[in-house]
């Protein structure tokens, strides 16, 4: 989802959401993998603002669709929940997106690239506790990246309104990563036998 698509080699595993920015912060961190995509680790870091921008905005769609799909299929509260909270701060992040990138001239995409598309597809083939833990798995991998990749553009960024955009969606993706971990362990299968058990 990060626009120079190159990146895209080094996080092929993240499939979803923000998976190119996901895999922007895995290159950042393993310079062996950005240099085998002739990318040194020093040109990674500087992915300019409005490459930044235009991968916010795709991932933040591909979060709210994406999320729009758990909200019917989920069927686990916390899972249900999470989904509920992700569309509704990604449309809202999205909204103060658009704001920004006007104000820097920046041009953003307006639907999901073709990764998020498939990623989308393929959860929505799963049902029950499969889709209920695959949708929480992706959250997780993919937040986990996507803080690092923000906390960068928050603290080095050059276009004061994105830079700004950064810092105050941070929080919000920190408190979306800590939630979706609770969600995964909800539905961890350990859990779930224990679910059973408890209602039988």
């Known amino acids: 989802m990060i626009t120079p698509l ?5 996080a092929v595993s993240l499939a979803f959401a923000w998976a190119g920015l996901a895999a922007f912060a895995a290159a950042a961190s393993h310079p062996e993998s950005a240099k085998s995509t002739a990318k040194t680790k020093t040109s990674v870091i500087r992915m300019s603002d409005s490459d930044f921008a235009k991968a916010a905005a795709e991932g933040g769609i591909a979060e709210i669709k994406i999320g729009e799909l758990a909200e019917d ?18 449309t809202k992040a999205n909204d ?60 080095d960024g050059k276009d004061a309104s994105i830079k ?11 408190e979306h ?16 036998a224990q679910e059973k058990k408890k209602s039988s």
Request: proline residues 3%.
């Open 96 to 155: 103060t997106l658009k704001s920004a990138a006007s104000r820097e001239n920046i041009s953003i995409p307006a639907q999901m690239n073709s990764r998020d598309q498939a990623a989308y597809a393929r959860l929505s083939q799963l049902s029950g506790a499969a889709f209920d833990r695959a949708y929480a798995r992706d959250i997780v991998r993919d937040h986990e990246a996507d803080i690092a990749v923000f906390r960068r553009e928050a603290n």
């Open 73 to 90: 299929k989920a069927s686990n509260k916390a899972v249900k929940d999470l989904s509920q909270r992700i569309v509704e701060d990604h």
């Open 177 to 192: 990563l800590k939630e979706a971990r609770q969600a995964l362990q909800a539905v961890s299968p350990r859990a779930t």
């Open 164 to 174: 700004t955009f950064a810092a105050q969606t941070l929080p919000t993706l920190e």
């Open 6 to 10: 190159k990146y895209a080699a080094v």
